[in-house]
């Protein structure tokens, strides 16, 4: 097994996944190393992503481990036959890697779901939008990595014709100008433009919102092959967090119900993004 450098995001989630397999079974990596046939460090490999494992092998991890979930299985199966090279591998080495890993995340996701309440969600911004927000970054950006930022920002939208995206806005995203009056105009008639896709929802939480605390609550919420590999993405101090243990994702799936309870429906929104796009 050659070793990994730098594992993706999605080879680190599949030895996540191993390791919690094991866990339940409460054996130690050196006894799934026996029943495997291979030495305790090649189970700690796999276990942190430094290693691939083959789907042979893997299977032969869920049987040790007795695991009865088949979708969960044939899941885990796939990710380990998974060799996409798509086309955020042409920034590696030119971006910094979280911005390959949610372009990966979001090409696998069966859906999307973003919640946004101080700027447009990234795959719905315009050029100029997406601009402004490099631009506005401490310490300034050399030039031509901002252009290679806002250049992935746009390639990412390429999810939008297939994959389910449902966003929710607050009014305050939409009234802040991250660039000038003409950009932000051109930014909410794109928000209204792309809101007419079959496959794309757009919901506005107006400030007038009775009983609405969750302006915290920002986060991109993407659907696994089964939802045990659901993943969520929520931006901290230290740069984007991934959150994919059970009882987080529960507790994040009930806060985005409660958003979107709280928000208008599509219909509503578009009427109230055209009369903000009206006051620019």
């Keep these: 097994m050659a070793k990994r450098i730098e594992p993706t995001a999605r080879q680190l989630r599949l030895a996540v996944e191993l390791r919690r397999l094991r866990d339940a079974t409460g054996l130690s990596s050196r006894e799934a190393a026996v029943l495997l046939g291979v030495n305790a460090p090649q189970i700690s490999q796999i276990e942190s992503g430094l290693a691939g494992v083959s789907e042979k092998r893997l299977r032969a991890l869920a049987a040790n481990y007795s695991c009865s979930d088949d979708e969960l299985i044939e899941a885990l199966a796939a990710m380990t036959k998974d060799r996409t090279r798509g086309w955020w591998e042409e920034y590696r080495e030119l971006l910094p890697a979280p911005f390959l890993d949610l372009a990966e995340l979001e090409h696998h996701a069966t859906f999307l779901r973003e919640a946004q309440f101080l700027y447009i969600p990234g795959l719905l911004q315009t050029k100029d939008y997406a601009r402004a927000v490099y631009s506005y970054r401490v310490p300034e950006l050399p030039q031509t990595e901002l252009e290679l930022r806002v250049q992935h920002r746009l390639r990412r939208k390429v999810v939008l014709d297939r994959t389910p995206f449902d966003a929710i806005i607050h009014e305050a995203a939409l009234r802040i100008m991250v660039g000038d009056r003409a950009a932000s105009r051109a930014q909410l008639n794109e928000l209204l433009e792309v809101s007419e896709a079959d496959n794309v929802t757009v919901r506005v939480i107006p400030f007038a919102a ?63 993004i055209n009369r903000v796009a009206k006051e620019l």
């Design 210 to 272: 009775e009983g609405f605390a969750g302006a915290a609550s920002a986060m991109l919420y993407a659907g696994g092959a089964v939802p045990k590999l659901d993943t969520v993405v929520r931006d901290g101090p230290n740069g984007a967090a991934y959150v994919d243990s059970d009882g987080q994702l529960a507790a994040l799936r009930t806060l985005l119900r409660k958003l979107e309870t709280a928000s208008l429906n599509p219909g509503k929104s578009r009427d109230f």
